[in-house]
Every structure is written in C-alpha cells, then in structure tokens.
C-alpha cells in the first residue's frame, strides 16, 4: 500500500527534504507560507520609502550612490519573495490587493518617519540587523523557493547592515551634534526594532504551526534575544547610551535582559494607526498606477511575440 500524501509531506518536514512548489502540501501549510512570505515581500518593497526619501538629501555623492543601490537591492528582493509567492499560485494583483485592504500586513518598524540622516544608518545597522537575524534561520526554512531566495537576501543584507553602522560610527566619533543625533536615531529605533519580531511566543497566532512544519526554524522571542545580544557591544562601541535603562547582563541566563516592549503601540501600529502607515500604504498604490503601462507594454510585447511563434 502506497504512503499518503499526509504522510510523504510528514515524511519530507521530519527528515529536514525541501516542500517543492509541485509536491502536494497541505492547505494550511500553504496559506500559512503565502501569509508569511508575502508579508515579508511587502516589507521589502515598502521598506524603500523612508530610505528612499534620503537619496537625494544624502550629504556626499558616494553616500547617495551607496543608498541608492540599497534601496534597489531592497526593491530586488521584494521581487525574489514575490516570484516564490506565486509558485503557490497566488497572484501578484491578489498580493497588492490584500496589502492595499489591509488583510496583509509588512513590518511594523516601516510605518515611523525617517527623520534624520542618523535613521538612515540606524536602520540600515538596526533595521537590517533584525531582518538578518531572522532571515539566517530562514535558510533552513521547509520550503524550498523561500529557502533559496533567503540565501542571496542575506548575502545582500549584510552589506546593508554594515552600511548603516558605518554611517553610525561617523556619526558617534563626530561633532556633539552628530552625535547626538546618532542617539536620538536610536533611540527612536530601539523599541520598533524589537517589536519586528512579533509578539511573545505565547501570544502569537501563527507561530506554533509555522515551527511545527520548519517553516519557521526559531521562535519570536529567541531571535528577538539573539538580536539585542548582538547590539548592546556594538551600541557600547559606539560609546552611545543604552536606548533602554533596564538592559543588564544576566550571568545565569548567559544573556541580556531588556525591559517590555509597548505591546499596545505595536497592536496600534500593525493594525494601521502608526505615524505613517496611510502615507506608506497611498504611495504604494501611486507607484504602482503609475508603473501600469510599463507591465502593459511588457504584456503587449509578450503577445507579440506569441503570435510570431505561432505564426
């Protein structure tokens, strides 16, 4: 008697194969990854408009140069995510239509002002730290497209994340100025960076399935911990004051400990009533009505070419 299909999935999660866009998956599996890898491609692509509103006010050429191809690397792997959405068969229309209505969501941390020169650094070194952490356990991810595409992202996001801090280090060893506005940067950024993670372990909706079939391969609250030990040397480097007064290292625990996140402003905010979220969610639906008749002048000379070959 041949195995099920439950089974062969079961089969391949247990023994760490990749779930390949034609092999049968269940339901949930599937809207849970179409959830999950959408969000992350949204956040990508709405992620460009606070670093992209700096590009021309970067102080020196080589910074505007630097930014630019940033953002463009953002812009590429909105691209790459979304590909491996549709191999679920979702659309790309279906996909804007749920981040434009609100069912889908894109990270939190994207709906603050970029204020300063300072935010462009500290979320680049912040901002992008947070989204490595993550993105590195998502090479392990059980489904195959999501998986290969986080091996190139992360590649690239390593280069943002060091370009952010360098920013960060220029402007801590600079004026006192400069250095102020470094803290002011981070300390805006500290909170919203964490609140990137999601909620608590127990308090999340989506977690606990999402680990059981290795799409997720680290919970919330792990890869938030990994994060803040990561950045509270690289903030002493700096010589910049702890963003949060309760950050203490706990010598039992071999880790950090932080103070609690404002849950309540991270509900307010994911749920649309954040500083910026309408402004984010208005530009987007302007880039894409004006980018319509480059995707109708892509579709008209596809169907060119179609009738040529048939002809």
């Known amino acids: ?35 999950q890898m959408s969000q992350h491609a949204h956040s990508e692509i709405i992620g460009m408009q606070p670093e992209g509103n700096w ?41 804007n239509a749920a981040l434009h209505s609100g069912q889908a969501k894109y990270a939190s941390i994207f709906n603050y002002p970029a204020l300063s020169w300072a935010d462009v650094g500290a979320i680049g070194w912040l901002v992008d730290g947070a989204a490595i952490v993550n993105q590195i356990s998502l090479q392990r991810t059980s489904y195959g497209p999501y998986s290969r595409a986080m091996i190139r992202i992360c590649k690239e996001e390593s280069f943002h994340q060091r370009q952010g801090y360098e920013i960060m280090v220029e402007l801590a060893k600079g004026s006192k100025e400069q250095k102020a506005m470094a803290q002011d940067a981070l300390n805006r950024t500290w909170w919203p960076a964490l609140m990137m993670f999601g909620p608590h372990d127990s308090d999340s909706a989506h977690s606990g399935r999402s680990m059981q079939w290795k799409i997720k391969r680290r ?9 803040v030990d990561q950045s509270v040397p690289q903030i002493e480097f700096l010589g910049l004051e702890l963003p949060d007064p309760e950050i203490t290292w706990n010598e039992q625990r071999g880790h950090y400990d932080f103070g609690e996140i404002n849950w309540d402003e991270f509900k307010r905010v994911i749920s649309g009533d954040g500083p910026c979220n309408r ?8 880039a894409l009505a004006q980018g319509q008749w480059v995707r109708d002048a892509l579709d008209a000379y596809h169907n060119k070419k179609s ?5």
């Open 1 to 35: 008697m041949s195995e099920s299909e439950q089974a062969i999935f079961d089969r391949h999660i247990e023994g760490e194969q990749k779930i390949e866009p034609k092999d049968w998956m269940p339901a949930d599996y599937r809207k849970n990854l179409i959830r």
């Open 55 to 95: 590009i021309s006010r970067a102080p020196t050429l080589k910074r505007k140069m630097v930014l630019l191809a940033k953002v463009q690397d953002e812009g590429g792997h909105g691209l790459y995510l979304y590909s491996a959405t549709e191999t679920l068969n979702t659309s790309r229309d279906e996909m």
């Open 219 to 227: 919970t919330n609250d792990e890869l938030r911990q990994s994060f």
């Open 279 to 286: 402004d984010r969610i208005r530009h987007h639906k302007k």
């Open 307 to 311: 009738c040529e070959s048939a002809a």
